[in-house]
């Protein structure tokens, strides 16, 4: 069974993307811990980063910083942090977050009430900042 992100990669579930090429993907979390809380998949379905080839892993980490960039062009954070969980879905995966203390690094602090029209907006700044 495919995953909910290749579901999303796929198009058969919705997506606010912030960037896609031929080998990985960002989007936004429908459940962020902060605004401007992205994940950075790869296109191929790998269960565990650690899985991922090195070439690839190397692009998602690439993309992964990039995506950082725009987030602190966006939001002016103190840092920007990458976390690699991965317990939630088995796609590899990471979560590009800004923050101002490591208090704010908590997944139970995610959102999952954000409205749709805020998560545009996310979007729509994250997309011009990235270009």
């Given at each position: 069974?495919?995953?909910?992100?290749?579901?999303?990669?796929?198009?058969?579930?919705p997506?606010?993307?912030?960037?896609?090429?031929?080998?990985?993907?960002?989007?936004?979390?429908?459940?962020?811990?902060?605004?401007?809380?992205?994940?950075?998949?790869?296109?191929?379905?790998?269960?565990?980063?650690?899985?991922l080839?090195?070439?690839?892993?190397?692009?998602?980490?690439?993309?992964?910083?990039?995506?950082?960039?725009?987030?602190?062009?966006?939001?002016?954070?103190?840092?920007?942090?990458?976390?690699?969980?991965?317990?939630?879905?088995?796609?590899?995966?990471l979560?590009?977050?800004?923050?101002?203390?490591?208090?704010?690094?908590?997944?139970?602090?995610?959102?999952?009430?954000?409205?749709?029209?805020?998560?545009?907006?996310?979007?729509?700044?994250?997309?011009?900042?990235?270009?």
């Open positions: 069974m495919a995953s909910v992100f290749t579901r999303v990669l796929g198009g058969e579930l997506g606010r993307f912030v960037h896609r090429d031929e080998r990985a993907a960002a989007f936004l979390t429908i459940a962020p811990i902060n605004p401007g809380h992205v994940l950075v998949v790869p296109v191929q379905e790998v269960d565990s980063w650690t899985d080839e090195p070439d690839l892993a190397a692009h998602v980490f690439l993309v992964a910083q990039r995506v950082a960039k725009a987030v602190e062009a966006v939001y002016s954070p103190r840092r920007v942090g990458l976390v690699v969980a991965g317990l939630e879905v088995p796609h590899a995966h979560h590009v977050v800004p923050f101002d203390s490591e208090d704010e690094l908590s997944f139970a602090r995610a959102r999952s009430d954000v409205p749709a029209e805020e998560l545009d907006e996310v979007q729509r700044r994250l997309i011009d900042a990235f270009r």
